[in-house]
Every structure is written in structure tokens, then in C-alpha cells.
């Protein structure tokens, strides 16, 4: 089971064997524990939850301490599994990134940077009105949203892209190459962007 959660860090350049130079992102993830083993017949489906993350004791309940298997830990995930498949682990076990190797791919989900409230070029990528022509101040309006008798009937149709909240939202990063596994340290050397700022929970799965 690759499967370890851990808190975005700094960017920084890689370079391989190949001597090719490689942006990548660190990942400190301190060892997780296995907390429960989730079954089709108990629980209708099959997964591996772990706690990640130590913190104080006055932060948790006891009910949460006693489920971590006597440690006061702050982030809890799943990692479902086939139907058929049987888990690797047992509850009270240890994961630590040494599950994973340089070259595998992974992917990595996390909440993105929050932006605010942004215009429709910025969110959605819209080039704006024309800047010739007598038009003064539209170079970054929507334009229409309503529509004839044809496409909506002369209404706003439900969906359409306007301005808005944007980030903030959990982001999967597919493909990722595992550079360097650092169990000492606790350290994954991710190519490629993660999504969210420096501190962000991130979990990484194989």
C-alpha cells in the first residue's frame, strides 16, 4: 500500500543522473499509523485509514486518542482499496516513505491557494472585449450572459461562467514522479507542482 500523508514544502531544482535539472517539491511526511481496517462485510467497502501528524493531547478527545491507537494525531484518511483486495497492513502499523521508490508515479491531492473573488479572465480564462472601436473599459468584461431565444430563452442558464470565489478547492495532481524517498528525514522529492501554499496537508498516494 503507497499511501502517506505529509505538509507541502519549499520548491526546489533536482537534477538526476541523466543530469536533466527537474522542478520539484518537497513533501515532509513523518510516519503515519495505521488506525482501522475497513472491510466489505463490516463496513460495505474496503480501505486503510491512517492518522498523520502528531500534536498535544489537550487538542483531541479521548475517543480520538484511544482510535489512534494511544497517539494524539490531527489529520485522519482513507485509502480505498479494491473489493477484492486484501490490505497489507494491520491496524497499529507504521508507514513511513520508504513505501515509495524514485520513478514511481503518484498522485497528489491538496486544497488549492485560495484567490478571492476574481474576474472571468483570471478564472476562466476569457480574453476579454475588444479594445478598438469605440469600446473605452471592456477589456476584461464578461460580455453577455443572457442569450436570445436559442441557447438559454433569454434567461441566465445554469453553469455559466462568471466571476467569483476561486481556489480553495481540493486539487488532484496525477502523474508525478517520485524523485527521492528520504526516510530519514521524512522527506519526498515530488517533480512537478503540488497544489496549495507551504503547510498545506497533502496526501500522496501510489
Known amino acids: 500500500m ?13 537534477f538526476t543522473d541523466d ?7 518537497v513533501v515532509h511526511a513523518s510516519a503515519a499509523t495505521v488506525t482501522q481496517i475497513k472491510t466489505k462485510e463490516k463496513d460495505g467497502y474496503t ?28 489529520h485522519f484518511r482513507e485509502y480505498r482499496l479494491e473489493e477484492e483486495a486484501k490490505p497489507d497492513v494491520e491496524a497499529g502499523a507504521s508507514i ?3 513505501v515509495f521508490t524514485p520513478g514511481d508515479l503518484v498522485a497528489v491531492s491538496a486544497i488549492s491557494k485560495g484567490k478571492g473573488f476574481q474576474g472571468v479572465v483570471k478564472r476562466h480564462g476569457f480574453h476579454g472585449g475588444s479594445r478598438t472601436h469605440g469600446q473605452k ?9 443572457g442569450g436570445g431565444g436559442g441557447r438559454a430563452g433569454g434567461r441566465v442558464a445554469k453553469g455559466i461562467r462568471m ?3 476561486m481556489g480553495g478547492e481540493r486539487v488532484t495532481v496525477k502523474n508525478l514522479v517520485v524523485l527521492q524517498a528520504i526516510p530519514e528525514t521524512g522527506e519526498l ?15 500522496v498516494r501510489g
Not at 2 to 14: D, E, Y
Not at 189 to 203: C, D, H, Q, W, Y
Open 189 to 203: 522529492v515530488l517533480a512537478g507542482a503540488v497544489p496549495g501554499r507551504r503547510g498545506t496537508l497533502v496526501e
Open 137 to 145: 473599459h471592456s477589456e476584461r468584461e464578461p460580455g453577455a450572459i
Open 163 to 165: 466571476a467569483g470565489r
Open 47 to 74: 480501505s486503510v485509514q491512517i492518522g498523520a501528524i502528531e500534536t498535544k493531547e489537550s487538542r483531541v478527545n479521548k475517543a480520538q486518542v484511544g482510535h489512534a491507537q494511544g497517539k494524539a494525531l490531527k
Open 96 to 98: 513511513d516513505v520508504s
Open 19 to 25: 543530469g536533466r535539472a527537474h522542478a520539484a517539491t
Open 2 to 14: 503507497k499511501f502517506i500523508l505529509g505538509t507541502k514544502g519549499a520548491m526546489l531544482t533536482v
